[in-house]
């Protein structure tokens, strides 16, 4: 009789510590222990033995129950695994573009302006009278008004009117170096006509590559010699 009353306080326990940890078991979202297959009944053994290999049993399986601790650094190391670092992609470039880029941009060459401006006669003044025939020296003075250096490549050219033997074309003196709002004497060899009248001739200066210029606004106004043959 008094076994069958330890039996019966036995099985109690056993109830108790199964149902416990079924609800252990709800709480964590985890499968149910199968206690029964791993709790050994020692019937014929004293009562104390056979509660301390059940709770042992009962022990083993809470811990299995329990979560593992590295849990959360698997999550840490996954999201850690799962950011990338950007690369850059190095592609070739066209070379539609790369001629583009690479050609040199040509400078705009600056056209400089050739432009004289009339100061004063310097010798035969405007209706001075000659003797028919006779060689004289016209001379002028003149400003470089415009941006132009000039050199000895310049000329003074016959324009029109009387040209009174002169030659077609007098050269600037050798090293000469006119800049711009600098002076120069211009001087033409000529001789009288042999009939008396009235005689005018006109000329203009002539740049290195050929450009005829003057003075006026339009840089066509010709500088000019007029005299009276008596």
């Known amino acids: 009789m008094r076994w069958l009353r330890g039996r019966q306080m036995l099985l109690v326990l056993v109830l108790t510590v199964v149902t416990g940890c079924s609800s252990f078991s709800i709480q964590l979202s985890q499968p149910t222990p199968d206690i029964e297959k791993t709790v050994f009944w020692m019937i014929d053994e004293s009562e104390m033995r056979l509660s301390t290999q059940i709770m042992r049993e009962v022990e083993l399986k809470l811990s299995a129950l329990q979560p593992t601790a590295t849990a959360p650094e698997r999550a840490a190391k996954t999201t850690s695994t799962a950011t990338h670092t950007a690369t850059a992609i190095v592609t070739t470039i066209p070379d539609a573009l790369k001629d583009k880029g690479s050609k040199p941009t040509a400078a705009t060459p600056v056209t400089c302006v050739n432009w004289l401006e009339f100061v004063e006669d310097i010798t035969i003044k405007d209706k001075t009278i000659v003797v028919p025939g006779k060689p004289?020296?016209?001379?002028?003075?003149?400003?470089?008004?415009?941006?132009?250096?000039?050199?000895?490549?310049?000329?003074?050219?016959?324009?029109?009117?009387?040209?009174?033997?002169?030659?077609?074309?007098?050269?600037?003196?050798?090293?000469?170096?006119?800049?711009?709002?600098?002076?120069?004497?211009?001087?033409?060899?000529?001789?009288?006509?042999s009939s008396p009248g009235s005689y005018a001739g006109y000329w203009l200066l002539q740049s290195g590559s050929g450009q005829k210029f003057g003075d006026g606004q339009n840089r066509d106004k010709a500088i000019w010699v007029k005299v009276e043959v008596r």
Do not use: R
């Open 136 to 193: 004289f020296t016209k001379t002028w003075k003149v400003k470089n008004a415009g941006t132009c250096e000039w050199n000895d490549t310049y000329k003074i050219v016959f324009s029109h009117g009387d040209q009174m033997d002169a030659l077609s074309e007098i050269s600037f003196p050798k090293s000469v170096l006119v800049g711009p709002n600098d002076t120069i004497e211009l001087s033409v060899y000529m001789t009288a006509p």
